[in-house]
Every structure is written in C-alpha cells, then in structure tokens.
C-alpha cells in the first residue's frame, strides 16, 4: 500500500515539473517570435544610413528577457542546488518532525 502511495506521489511530482517545463518551453517561444517580429519591423522603419543598434530596438527584448531569465531560474535552479530529491527528502523531515512532536503530547 505505501508502494502504491509513493508511486502515486512521484508521478504528480513529475506531472508538476513537466507542467513546469512546458510553461517555460511555451514562454521561450513567444518571446523569440515576438522579437523576432519586433526586430523585422524596427529594420522596416529604419530611416536611411539609421543603425540598428539603439537602446529603443532593445527595450522589450531586454526587459522581458529578465522576466524569461526568472521563470528560467524558478523553473530550473531549485534542482541544481538543491538536487532532483530535496523535496521529498524535506517532505519525510518535516513528518518526523510532526510525528515526534505529536509524541509527547
């Protein structure tokens, strides 16, 4: 029975991370085809001998790249540092923990 508990346990934890990753997925491909739509349009309304490179062809590029740089870190940084099994090895301390307060009472 607790087999069948934890087998039930970890497959929402990988529905969860999978819905993670498909979010980050879909955002990272809406930004480079908004951009990349951004940029044709700014090289149209160039005026000539006009370069590129000006701060106002960059704003939403820039600004929303720190915005995917964030659901990049949430979405990927937890398992780096605190590794793939952290949660659940927090999920079993914390019972314990519950588990020996409730003792004494």
Do not use: C
Not at 26 to 38: E, K
Not at 76 to 104: C, H, S, T, V
């Amino acid at each position: 029975m607790e087999n069948l508990n934890s087998d039930q346990i970890r497959y929402e934890e990988a529905v969860k991370k999978v819905k993670k990753l498909k979010g980050f997925y879909t955002h990272a491909i809406v930004y480079l085809v908004i951009n990349i739509m951004f940029v044709i349009l700014n090289v149209q309304n160039l005026e000539p001998g006009e370069s590129y490179f000006q701060f106002k062809n960059f704003i939403t590029a820039f600004f929303w790249g720190i915005g995917l740089l964030a659901h990049a870190m949430g979405t990927f940084i937890p398992y780096f540092i605190l590794g793939k099994d952290w949660e659940e090895r927090k999920i079993k301390q914390l019972m314990e923990q519950e588990r020996k307060a409730n003792k004494w009472e």
